[in-house]
């Protein structure tokens, strides 16, 4: 902040001046009187009138709202089953897929081939009869019972 | 002159708010038939004109009352009076801010300033002259700058303390008084030799 520059070098001594200033700074400016009674007659009766026709006011009717209607409550809904137990179907369902494909994608019996079956192919068996001799050869016998096959190999490494 | 009526206990505004807020229908037509007559009157002070008043005052109930909850009605809570009148002077604020052009103000207040300088004013006190009263009395506080007009209707209306209603208007205590004693020294000047009886001398000398 810049040095007060006093125009006038010669006119009064440093601490007078701040003294002064000090002084000046504490002043307050005197409020205006609040109170009715301690303004002048006009003022006193020009309030007084618009206070008389201010309360003299004719007021209109208010519109008071109409209260909402109160909503009937809806009935209660079916109440929900769970949701674990609405899965169950669709677990279900979902098993029986999966037993199905595990069942269909078994690994079927080792066959030893089709040069087996080009040898002698067994006849027509029914479910009824017992196991039956499907094929015979030097190195492989075939029994066949309804849908059970059994296949013997000879080992011809042994030979 | 009469003073403006008494106000109904803190205790019995209190209850009934609460009797609003637990749905009576009862309830809520004694509150606005209790409260809009002082909403009003407020409305027409802020806005120094009682058709706009009028459409105000109305907005100013149904906002009070969506509003309700948010007063603490506990015996504890705000006073009522106070909150009330914040929501009415704030509205009324945005009212004035959102009055069609400058030029249809200043033609209004022109024109108002011209009946307020006419003629004898009339007599509140006589029913008859209840239109030309009112009239007088919008014409008279459109003169008044809007603050200091805010200032004069807490002051001298209201009857509210310097302190409340500086809270009110969110200024402090001392601007309230100065800003009256502005308002009054302008009263004055547009009423002062209008009254009968009065005179244009100054008696204080």
Redesign the interface.
Known sequence: MAEYEDPLPNSLPDPALDELRRAWRGLEAE??A?G?AQ?????R????????????????E????D?LPVLELMPEPMPRRPALLRLVPYAAAAAVLLALWFTQSEPSVQRSGEAARNERDASNTTDDEGPQLAALSSNHLELRSGPVRLILLKDLRTQ | MPLPPDKAPQEATRTLIREVLAGSTDALDRWYRAEHPEVFRLCVGFLADSAEAEDAAQDVMLHLHDRLARWDSSDSGRPWRPWRDTVVLNHCRDRLRKRAARERAHVRAGEQAERAAAGVLPDPSVEAQQGEVRAALEAVLAQLPPREREAFVLRDLEQLTSAEAADLMGIEAGSVRSLLTLARRRLRGLLAERLPGVGGADSDG
């Not at chain 1, 303004?39 to 003022?43: E, G």
């Not at chain 1, 009766?45 to 026709?53: G, H, L, T």
């Not at chain 1, 208010?62 to 709202?65: A, D, F, H, I």
């Open positions: 409020l205006p609040e009715l303004q002048d007659a006009q003022t009766a020009s309030v007084e009138w618009v206070r008389a026709a201010w309360s003299q006011l004719a007021v209109p208010p519109r008071v709202p209260p």
